[in-house]
Every structure is written in structure tokens, then in C-alpha cells.
């Protein structure tokens, strides 16, 4: 409750307090019983006090109770009966001492006394947040005597409640405009300023009011500006717009500017409310994007003789540069707004949508290559490389049609020229050995005739004949020297043997092998281990081992069409003191009748094979203190070779 000392004195009969003091005023006798008998017998006074709104009572001058309504007794939580007669202090005890002393200045100055808030005053504190607006007005006798108080109470809980969620939310907004680092203000409604707090702070002016704030903004932005807000006022219509705003260092920033209509129960304008939100940063990022597209279109069109396009997630075109038409054929309205699907090549389709799910994963591809459909059905083989950003995909690719066309007739050439060397060499080689082997084999049947000719005469020349056999022995001697010649090209002694690091000699091999892989769409899985030994051998033939086992894998796998094509190749260490590579394909195969004569001399499976590139290969693996061997699996073949290491020779 308020202390009457806080209190300044109204006139009698103020607005707020209903009813006034005047509708209970009357002659009342001075003593008690007279004043209570008086009041019982009023009807009138009885209806108001059991059909008021608010709580009504009268006290005597020494603060007893004369008379009470149920609903002041709310405050306190004592009956009617139990209030009359009894003193403040008998019933309130906790507040007796400031009601006392309002009654004392009532009676000093004659004065009503209004506007006291007093909370609910239960013993059991169960109406403790409950608040009363109460008025205190004299009741006098006629000859102008005061002989009594007439209370007035209201009950204002909810509007109490209502004021301090409005505190609340006034104090939530002030806090969230500070942490917003947003300029606030409010203008009346004609769109003058009338609170720029936030304004004066962040430009510097110490004078804002009215249309003052324009004098804060650029030169160039004013008029503008005030063309807007002028429509907003006259339309009662949100008001949004941009402009820059001079900061009090005299630099000026972008702000976007927002307000809203504060209306009247009327629907008259109270004030605005606005904000301005910096939007400097996004504004000049978005002025530097815009130059930079415009560049890059002016660089497609002019420049650019790749194929540019923009795309979403799911592979959905965007946007293409014009070389797309000039490539493939389709115009701008064909492709934007499609994915490339309709365009692939079937047997592109599958790998292209899984790269487009690597794309995701990885944000980046280097080189992808695959074949799209050129408007006369026609296929271009195109390489691809591509960056994916905040969830659009921009991506370059280079027509490679005539340069894979090239590389491809390139390989043919090469392929056949290689085949007729070898034809030639085998030629020459088989020649060459015809010729030494023919010369002794010559001799020992010449010398054999000679030999029958001696024996046939009717009295045996034997010593001729020995002659003659010796001889056929010694032509049989130079016959298998000319054999192990040739058996020596291929043996031990070939070539100068060094250390090796074989995972670097079959990255070698692997590099050489990569664009006939690519063109055969070949996958490769390296897992060449860091741990394994050197191994002493010659590089040239070595090579040539794995590099007929690739090729061999690579054709192999050239027919398979309904599994993935993967060349596999592996190091590791095999029994301490060797190292095993294994080369696994996933083609055809090895048909297992077959796999006891893989190895044989001119034994081949392929229509226009020789059958010595697996017995040489072997050859020169044993010759190394090696092995090579194939092990059949469901799907293609490994093979298998172990080489002993620098240290195992030694």
C-alpha cells in the first residue's frame, strides 16, 4: 500500500473512482450506533453496496468500520459481519498504519486522496499478486464536519499484468534491436521523426527530428526516399525501401529501411514504427556477383570454345553457353531445365549418375568423360570436369570426339604394326633357326646315307663307316648347341640385373596402360603396399611381364558387358623373403579345361593369338628365381608373381 506522505491530494469526486464520494454523502448523527442505524436503514445505500462492481466502505474518523460491500472484504478475506465495528487494526493489522494516516490527512485537509494501490492481504497470502486502485473521500454532516471516510477499491490485477507484459516486451524489443546492431525510430503520422535514438548514435547528428534524418542519407539517395515514404504515409501501406546512410566516421553503408503502420482502435495512424538493417556487405557481394557473371557471359560469347553449364544437385540443367548449340546441336530452350539424361549414351548413363554422386561427396572432379547425343544422333565424346558449391554444379567440358577418334586409329596402327613385327621377328627368328638346325640335320643324313653305303658293300668298309658315324654325332652335337643357343636368349644370363622397386616399375607399366584402359572404360583399384623389398632383376624384361599380363586383362575384360569392368593390382610380401604382385581382372575368365596349358607354347585362346606371350612371360619370371601361376575366380582370373628379394639372392 502506498504511504499517504507519497500522496498529493486530489479533488473530491475524481474520475477514476466510481461511484464518487458524493452519491454516499448525507446527514449522519456523531454517535456510532446513531451513524450504523442510520445507514441500515437506507435502502438506496443498500442496492449500491450489493450491486457495485467495486468494493465500497465507511469508516469512522478513528478508522472503524461503519459499513462494507462483499467485494472489498476480497482484499483482506473477512465476512461482512465480521468488519463491522471492528477497527483496521483488528482486521488488517499489516496495513493499519498507512490507512490511519490517510484518514488523519483526509481529516486534516478536507481533501479526497486517490490513486493508492493496495495488494491482497489474506493471512494465507493466496491473493498476495492481486492489486486494488483505492479512493479516499471525506463524508461530511451538514454543517461541514467530517464524521466519516468513504472507501472506494477497484480491482486492477489484469491491467497490472497487462502493463508489465507490455514492460517486458518493450524491454525484450529494446534488447533485440541492441543485438540486431538494427536503427529503430519512430515517427508520428505524418512520417516526421519523433524517436531516433538508435539514428542520432549511429550518424553523429544531434538533431534528427522531423525530416532532419534526411540530411544523414547520400545526396543521390534523398529524393527517392522521401518520394516513398510520402506514398507509404498516404497509402497506410508498409513501407519498404533502400538507401545509404552516412555513419558518423562519413562513410556511407546500404541499409534497407522497413516500417509499419501503429493503428487506432479507429483505424486512424497512432505512429510508425520502422527499422534499418545494414545490408552493405550483401548489397556490394551482390554487385560483384552481378559484374562477375556479366564478365563471364560476355566471356562465354566471345571467348569460350568449351561447354559451360550451371546445374542443380540432381543434375538439372540451368543454365549453357551458346557452344552447347554449337557442339551438339540442341538450342538453349532443349536443354535448360532438363538433366543430361535424355542425351546420354546408354552405356554412359549408369557411370555419369554415380559421378554426379561423387561430385557431391567430393565438391570436385577432375576428368570425367562420357558421350552425349548430337542433335542428328550422332555421339561426341566429351571430357568433363566440374566443381560443386553451395548446391548448384558448374561444370566445363571439351569436345574429344576426333581426339579420341585419333588416339583410338593411333592404337589400331600401333596394335597391327606390332603384330606384324612380331610375325616379322618370329618369321626371321624361325628362319634363322631353321638354318642352323637344317645344316647339321643335313649333314647327319647326308653322312648317314654315306655310313648305309659302307656297310652295304659285300665286305663292310667299318672303318669309313665309323667315320661317318662319328660324324653324324658331331653334327647332332652342333645341332642341340644351335638349340641351346636359342634357349639362352631367354635364360638366366639375359640382361643386366639391378635392384627394383617393382611398385614403381608397375605404376610405370599402369601410366603407360592408362589411356587404353580409359578408352576401354576400365576402372582400376592400385593397392601397391609401402612395406615390400627390392627386388634384383632386369627392368626391360620385367616390364614386359607385366605389361603383357595388363594387356592380357584388359582384353579379357573388352567383351563384358553385365558387370563392372576393375583391374586389380596388388603388392605385398609373400614368405619373408619374396614379393607377390597379383594382377586380377574381372573378364572372361579361364575356361578350366584350359588352365593346364596356359603356359604351354603356342597354345592360345585368341582367334589371332600366337601362344607365346604367357611362355615367355613365365620364362622370364623363372629365369628371375620366380614363379608365375593363375588362380581361376567366378568372374576373370588372377595371376600371380613371386620374385625373391634383393637380399634373398645375395
Same mark, same amino acid.
Given at each position: 500500500?502506498?504511504?499517504?506522505?507519497?500522496?498529493?491530494?486530489?479533488?473530491?469526486?475524481?474520475?477514476?473512482?466510481?461511484?464518487?464520494?458524493?452519491?454516499?454523502?448525507?446527514?449522519?448523527?456523531?454517535?456510532?450506533?446513531?451513524?450504523?442505524?442510520?445507514?441500515?436503514?437506507?435502502?438506496?445505500?443498500?442496492?449500491?453496496?450489493?450491486?457495485?462492481?467495486?468494493?465500497?466502505?465507511?469508516?469512522?474518523?478513528?478508522?472503524?468500520?461503519?459499513?462494507?460491500?462483499?467485494?472489498?472484504?476480497?482484499?483482506?478475506?473477512?465476512?461482512?459481519?465480521?468488519?463491522?465495528?471492528?477497527?483496521?487494526?483488528?482486521?488488517?493489522?499489516?496495513?493499519?498504519?498507512?490507512?490511519?494516516?490517510?484518514? %488523519?490527512?483526509?481529516?486534516?485537509?478536507?481533501?479526497?486522496?486517490?490513486?493508492?494501490?493496495?495488494?491482497?492481504?489474506?493471512?494465507?497470502?493466496?491473493?498476495?499478486?492481486?492489486?486494488?486502485?483505492?479512493?479516499?473521500?471525506?463524508?461530511?454532516?451538514?454543517?461541514?464536519?467530517?464524521?466519516?471516510?468513504?472507501?472506494?477499491?477497484?480491482?486492477?490485477?489484469?491491467?497490472?499484468?497487462?502493463?508489465?507484459?507490455?514492460?517486458?516486451?518493450?524491454?525484450?524489443?529494446?534488447?533485440?534491436?541492441?543485438?540486431?546492431?538494427?536503427?529503430?525510430?519512430?515517427?508520428?503520422?505524418?512520417?516526421?521523426?519523433?524517436?531516433?535514438?538508435?539514428?542520432?548514435?549511429?550518424?553523429?547528428?544531434?538533431?534528427? %527530428?522531423?525530416?532532419?534524418?534526411?540530411?544523414?542519407?547520400?545526396?543521390?539517395?534523398?529524393?527517392?526516399?522521401?518520394?516513398?515514404?510520402?506514398?507509404?504515409?498516404?497509402?497506410?501501406?508498409?513501407?519498404?525501401?533502400?538507401?545509404?546512410?552516412?555513419?558518423?566516421?562519413?562513410?556511407?553503408?546500404?541499409?534497407?529501411?522497413?516500417?509499419?503502420?501503429?493503428?487506432?482502435?479507429?483505424?486512424?495512424?497512432?505512429?510508425?514504427?520502422?527499422?534499418?538493417?545494414?545490408?552493405?556487405?550483401?548489397?556490394?557481394?551482390?554487385?560483384?556477383?552481378?559484374?562477375?557473371?556479366?564478365?563471364?557471359?560476355?566471356?562465354?560469347?566471345?571467348?569460350?570454345?568449351?561447354?559451360?553449364?550451371?546445374?542443380?544437385?540432381?543434375?538439372?540443367?540451368?543454365?549453357?553457353?551458346?557452344?552447347?548449340?554449337?557442339?551438339?546441336?540442341?538450342?538453349?530452350?532443349?536443354?535448360?531445365?532438363?538433366?543430361?539424361?535424355?542425351?546420354?549414351?546408354?552405356?554412359?548413363?549408369?557411370?555419369?549418375?554415380?559421378?554426379?554422386?561423387?561430385?557431391?561427396?567430393?565438391?570436385?572432379?577432375?576428368?570425367?568423360?562420357?558421350?552425349?547425343?548430337?542433335?542428328?544422333?550422332?555421339?561426341?565424346?566429351?571430357?568433363?570436369?566440374?566443381?560443386?558449391?553451395?548446391?548448384?554444379?558448374?561444370?566445363?567440358?571439351?569436345?574429344?570426339?576426333?581426339?579420341?577418334?585419333?588416339?583410338?586409329?593411333?592404337?589400331?596402327?600401333?596394335?597391327?604394326?606390332?603384330?606384324?613385327?612380331?610375325?616379322?621377328?618370329?618369321?626371321?627368328?624361325?628362319?634363322?633357326?631353321?638354318?642352323?638346325?637344317?645344316?647339321?640335320?643335313?649333314?647327319?643324313?647326308?653322312?648317314?646315307?654315306?655310313?648305309?653305303?659302307?656297310?652295304?658293300?659285300?665286305?663292310?668298309?667299318?672303318?669309313?663307316?665309323?667315320?661317318?658315324?662319328?660324324?653324324?654325332?658331331?653334327?647332332?652335337?652342333?645341332?642341340?648347341?644351335?638349340?641351346?643357343?636359342?634357349?639362352?636368349?631367354?635364360?638366366?644370363?639375359?640382361?643386366?640385373?639391378?635392384?627394383?622397386?617393382?611398385?614403381?616399375?608397375?605404376?610405370?607399366?599402369?601410366?603407360?596402360?592408362?589411356?587404353?584402359?580409359?578408352?576401354?572404360?576400365?576402372?582400376?583399384?592400385?593397392?601397391?603396399?609401402?612395406?615390400?623389398?627390392?627386388?634384383?632383376?632386369?627392368?626391360?624384361?620385367?616390364?614386359?611381364?607385366?605389361?603383357?599380363?595388363?594387356?592380357?586383362?584388359?582384353?579379357?575384360?573388352?567383351?563384358?558387358?553385365?558387370?563392372?569392368?576393375?583391374?586389380?593390382?596388388?603388392?605385398?610380401?609373400?614368405?619373408?623373403?619374396?614379393?607377390?604382385?597379383?594382377?586380377?581382372?574381372?573378364?572372361?575368365?579361364?575356361?578350366?579345361?584350359?588352365?593346364?596349358?596356359?603356359?604351354?607354347?603356342?597354345?592360345?585362346?585368341?582367334?589371332?593369338?600366337?601362344?607365346?606371350?604367357?611362355?615367355?612371360?613365365?620364362?622370364?619370371?623363372?629365369?628371375?628365381?620366380?614363379?608365375?601361376?593363375?588362380?581361376?575366380?567366378?568372374?576373370?582370373?588372377?595371376?600371380?608373381?613371386?620374385?625373391?628379394?634383393?637380399?634373398?639372392?645375395?
Amino acid at each position: 500500500m502506498t504511504s499517504p506522505e507519497d500522496v498529493n491530494a486530489t479533488p473530491d469526486g475524481a474520475a477514476d473512482i466510481k461511484p464518487s464520494a458524493s452519491a454516499l454523502r448525507f446527514a449522519v448523527p456523531s454517535p456510532l450506533e446513531s451513524k450504523s442505524a442510520t445507514f441500515d436503514q437506507s435502502p438506496g445505500l443498500s442496492w449500491i453496496y450489493d450491486t457495485a462492481p467495486i468494493g465500497l466502505a465507511v469508516l469512522t474518523p478513528d478508522c472503524r468500520y461503519l459499513r462494507i460491500n462483499q467485494r472489498l472484504t476480497e482484499i483482506c478475506g473477512i465476512s461482512v459481519a465480521d468488519h463491522i465495528g471492528r477497527s483496521v487494526r483488528e482486521t488488517v493489522p499489516q496495513v493499519a498504519e498507512q490507512v490511519e494516516k490517510i484518514v %488523519q490527512l483526509i481529516l486534516q485537509t478536507g481533501e479526497s486522496i486517490t490513486g493508492i494501490e493496495v495488494n491482497g492481504q489474506r493471512a494465507d497470502k493466496t491473493n498476495a499478486e492481486r492489486v486494488w486502485l483505492t479512493g479516499w473521500h471525506p463524508l461530511k454532516a451538514p454543517e461541514g464536519g467530517i464524521v466519516g471516510i468513504n472507501v472506494v477499491a477497484e480491482e486492477i490485477t489484469e491491467r497490472k499484468r497487462s502493463e508489465a507484459a507490455l514492460a517486458a516486451a518493450e524491454q525484450r524489443y529494446r534488447a533485440l534491436v541492441h543485438a540486431t546492431s538494427s536503427l529503430v525510430w519512430t515517427s508520428a503520422a505524418d512520417g516526421q521523426m519523433i524517436d531516433v535514438t538508435e539514428w542520432c548514435a549511429y550518424t553523429g547528428q544531434s538533431l534528427a %527530428q522531423g525530416w532532419g534524418w534526411l540530411d544523414a542519407l547520400h545526396p543521390s539517395d534523398r529524393e527517392g526516399t522521401l518520394a516513398v515514404w510520402h506514398y507509404a504515409f498516404s497509402m497506410r501501406s508498409p513501407c519498404e525501401t533502400e538507401f545509404r546512410i552516412r555513419r558518423r566516421d562519413g562513410i556511407h553503408l546500404w541499409h534497407q529501411a522497413r516500417s509499419v503502420a501503429i493503428l487506432e482502435a479507429d483505424g486512424s495512424i497512432r505512429e510508425w514504427v520502422g527499422m534499418c538493417v545494414d545490408i552493405d556487405a550483401r548489397k556490394r557481394a551482390t554487385e560483384q556477383q552481378t559484374d562477375a557473371e556479366e564478365a563471364l557471359r560476355r566471356l562465354n560469347e566471345n571467348l569460350a570454345q568449351d561447354m559451360l553449364v550451371v546445374a542443380d544437385a540432381e543434375g538439372k540443367i540451368l543454365t549453357v553457353n551458346p557452344v552447347w548449340t554449337s557442339i551438339l546441336g540442341w538450342s538453349e530452350i532443349d536443354l535448360v531445365g532438363n538433366t543430361s539424361d535424355w542425351l546420354l549414351h546408354p552405356d554412359d548413363l549408369k557411370k555419369t549418375r554415380a559421378e554426379l554422386v561423387q561430385l557431391a561427396e567430393s565438391n570436385r572432379t577432375l576428368r570425367f568423360e562420357n558421350r552425349l547425343r548430337h542433335k542428328d544422333g550422332s555421339f561426341c565424346r566429351l571430357s568433363w570436369t566440374a566443381v560443386s558449391d553451395r548446391g548448384l554444379i558448374y561444370a566445363v567440358a571439351r569436345d574429344i570426339t576426333e581426339l579420341r577418334a585419333a588416339e583410338d586409329e593411333l592404337r589400331t596402327s600401333r596394335q597391327e604394326l606390332a603384330r606384324a613385327n612380331r610375325q616379322l621377328t618370329m618369321g626371321a627368328m624361325s628362319a634363322s633357326i631353321a638354318h642352323e638346325i637344317n645344316q647339321p640335320l643335313a649333314a647327319i643324313v647326308t653322312n648317314g646315307n654315306a655310313g648305309l653305303r659302307w656297310l652295304a658293300r659285300s665286305t663292310p668298309d667299318l672303318e669309313e663307316a665309323r667315320a661317318v658315324f662319328k660324324r653324324i654325332v658331331d653334327d647332332g652335337n652342333r645341332a642341340s648347341q644351335v638349340i641351346a643357343s636359342v634357349r639362352a636368349m631367354f635364360g638366366k644370363d639375359r640382361g643386366e640385373k639391378t635392384r627394383l622397386d617393382l611398385n614403381e616399375l608397375v605404376r610405370g607399366v599402369l601410366a603407360v596402360m592408362h589411356a587404353e584402359m580409359e578408352s576401354q572404360q576400365i576402372s582400376q583399384q592400385i593397392d601397391l603396399s609401402d612395406g615390400v623389398s627390392q627386388v634384383m632383376g632386369d627392368r626391360v624384361s620385367l616390364q614386359q611381364v607385366f605389361l603383357n599380363l595388363i594387356m592380357n586383362a584388359i582384353e579379357a575384360m573388352a567383351v563384358v558387358t553385365d558387370r563392372p569392368r576393375l583391374l586389380s593390382v596388388t603388392s605385398e610380401m609373400h614368405e619373408r623373403q619374396h614379393v607377390l604382385i597379383k594382377v586380377e581382372d574381372t573378364g572372361t575368365g579361364i575356361d578350366a579345361n584350359d588352365m593346364g596349358r596356359i603356359f604351354d607354347a603356342y597354345f592360345t585362346t585368341k582367334p589371332d593369338g600366337m601362344g607365346l606371350g604367357l611362355p615367355l612371360c613365365r620364362s622370364i619370371v623363372e629365369a628371375h628365381g620366380g614363379h608365375l601361376w593363375t588362380t581361376a575366380i567366378p568372374h576373370g582370373s588372377i595371376f600371380n608373381v613371386v620374385l625373391p628379394t634383393a637380399e634373398a639372392v645375395r
